[in-house]
Nanobody, 115 residues
Framework: QLQFVESGGGLVQPGGSLRLSCLAS????????MGWYRQAPGKQRELVAS???????NYADSVKGRFTISRDNAKNTVYLQMNSLKLEDTAVYYC?????????WGQGTQVTVSS
């Protein structure tokens, strides 16, 4: 059974950058597609970036060109590099395995973009 622990969030000014990390515990991490989700106050959780086990990446239109997902299978870790951050990127960010996201959700990591 996989479990995820997210880290790397924080407070950043508009235009700034952050890199989020998601450490997966459990076996067979490499076979799973992985994704980063976010949930802003009063909004539904949405998938913003995903990466298949073979390395195919997909992004939500709202983050395309600014966010990059990557994974290091040797470290059981998935990353989300976020550049040119905007106010509307403020949310709690979670990782999970799309599309069903059946792994229990971790606590997430808060990203706040504010001037």
């Amino acid at each position: 059974q996989l479990q995820f622990v997210e880290s790397g969030g924080g407070l950043v000014q508009p235009g700034g950058s952050l890199r989020l990390s998601c450490l997966a515990s459990g076996s067979r991490f490499t076979i799973y597609a992985m994704g980063w989700y976010r949930q802003a106050p009063g909004k539904q959780r949405e998938l913003v970036a995903s990466m298949t086990s073979s390395g195919i990446r997909n992004y939500a239109d709202s983050v395309k060109g600014r966010f990059t997902i990557s994974r290091d299978n040797a470290k059981n870790t998935v990353y989300l590099q976020m550049n040119s951050l905007k106010l509307e990127d403020t949310a709690v960010y979670y990782c999970n395995s799309p599309p069903q996201a059946l792994v229990p959700w971790g606590q997430g990591t808060q990203v706040t973009v504010s001037s």
